[in-house]
């Protein structure tokens, strides 16, 4: 069993909510053990835990909420937690959501490594995946199978020149996320700006924190990786799989997936049962949305 770990020193981070377009101050402090994720509105005195029954929207980020009050965006920086293996900190913001920094976990991910990594005198169980497990909604299909390890393979497809089908395969291990997945940015289309805000998103959005695609290319910019943004959804998925609350073990094979049939995917393989954990047993997973 792998031990819990938090970060040895506090983290302040400022940025811009990519959909509130609100300048928002983060503070990731070190936590006891067995405390887990835990993000604090400060403007609103709540906690809300990052575990899957706190889930409350997928439309074009992961949020979560208790009550009405809401946390958005969380993906890239769970993602960084999660494959650092921090099991225990709280994250405190002053608004509703995580700022979204260049656009990709990069930020998130020296700042943390800059902190420092602590373990704690305490393991944590292990999710499993035990037996094959497969979800399909609209073009999404995603399929999980044992795996002695951690392993995405992503394949996207989009109707544009620069993208059209792209697929990676990757093992999910620290030195693996900090050079080929971590750097990778959001990306977003300029014929679709309108919408987004007028429906309340990307209002914060900018070509400092996203590619931006019109019909030939990228704008006023350029590529990371030929094959970024199939590395970006990468990352989206291991922050959204990083809800299960606990380090995974298995092989994730995602076609044209984003954070919708992430989440329900995860929430059928929790019906399924095609999981172990080692230590703790299946109720105390099962926490209702009302528990804190």
């Known amino acids: 069993m792998p031990f819990q770990k938090t970060i040895k020193s506090e983290i302040t981070l400022t940025g811009i909510g990519i959909h ?32 899957l029954p706190f889930v409350v929207d997928t439309s074009f980020a992961t949020t979560l909420g208790v009550d009405g009050i809401k946390i958005r965006t969380v993906e890239h920086l769970l993602a960084t937690l999660h494959v650092f293996g921090i099991t225990n900190v709280f994250i405190e913001i002053d608004s509703s959501e995580i700022p979204v ?59 544009h020149p620069l993208i059209m089908e792209q697929s990676l395969s990757i093992e999910i291990n620290e030195q693996n996320f900090l050079n080929d997945i971590a750097p990778a940015r959001t990306f977003g289309f300029l014929k679709d700006i309108n919408y987004l805000l007028k429906n309340g998103f990307a209002k914060g959005g900018s070509l400092d924190n996203a590619l931006v695609l019109d019909e030939k290319g990228v704008v006023g910019g350029n590529l990371r990786f030929k094959d970024e ?26 076609e044209k997936g984003g954070h919708t049939s992430h989440i329900n995917f995860l929430r059928k393989l929790i019906e399924t049962g095609c999981y172990e954990l ?12 009302q528990a804190v």
């Open 20 to 51: 509130t377009g609100k300048k928002i101050n983060l503070n990731l402090i070190p936590a006891q053990r067995d405390t887990g994720i835990v993000f604090y509105r400060k403007d609103r005195n709540f906690p809300i835990k990052a575990k």
């Open 101 to 159: 920094m260049d656009g990709s976990a990069i930020d998130f991910t020296k700042a943390i490594l800059k902190a420092g990594i602590a373990k704690q005198g305490k393991t944590v169980s292990l999710f499993k995946i035990t037996k094959p497990v497969y979800y399909e909604e609209s073009h999404s299909k995603i399929f999980a199978k044992p795996y002695r390890g951690f392993k995405i393979t992503y394949k996207i497809f989009y109707e």
């Open 229 to 254: 943004f199939v590395r970006h959804k990468i990352l989206d998925a291991i922050g959204d799989l990083s809800l299960i609350g606990y380090p995974i073990q298995g092989h994730f094979i995602i």
């Open 278 to 289: 080692a230590e703790e047993p299946y109720f105390n997973f099962q926490l209702s949305a």
